[in-house]
Nanobody, 127 residues
Framework: VQLQASGGGLVQPGGSLSLSCAAS??????????WAWFRQAPEKEREFVAA????????YYGDSVKGRFTISGDNAKNMFDLQMSRLMPEDSAIYYC???????????????????WGQGTLVTVSS
């Protein structure tokens, strides 16, 4: 099983950036899986960003990114994206994609519930 995150980089405040995650080694597009993005800034805990649960196609967002970030995916291709807009310096972090299995709603934001993780991609928001 491998998750490959890409798309990070340097962007100015107010700008946009898209991240992608490609999953391989399993049928992660099936209904039992939830795909998510987390992020971790230096000396901070890993924080939930967004998730999409294929069972019902519900999307979930962290409070700090709601209305600015959008998660989407192509479950036939085992790929999912995170479109980020109106970026702020506090969005700077390493962003990780993750896949979890059979997650109930109360678990979607819990990083401990995810089984597979990508290597992370760095996003820096700075002028």
């Amino acid at each position: 099983v491998q998750l490959q995150a890409s798309g990070g980089g340097l962007v100015q405040p107010g700008g946009s950036l898209s991240l992608s995650c490609a999953a391989s080694g399993g049928n992660f597009g099936s209904r039992e899986y939830t795909w998510a993005w987390f992020r971790q800034a230096p000396e901070k805990e890993r924080e939930f960003v967004a998730a999409i649960r294929w069972r019902d196609r519900n999307r979930y967002y962290g409070d700090s990114v709601k209305g600015r970030f959008t998660i989407s995916g192509d479950n036939a291709k085992n790929m999912f994206d995170l479109q980020m807009s109106r970026l702020m310096p506090e969005d700077s972090a390493i962003y990780y994609c993750a896949v979890g299995q059979r997650l109930i709603t109360s678990s979607v934001r819990d990083k401990e519930r995810y089984d597979y993780w990508g290597q992370g991609t760095l996003v820096t928001v700075s002028s």
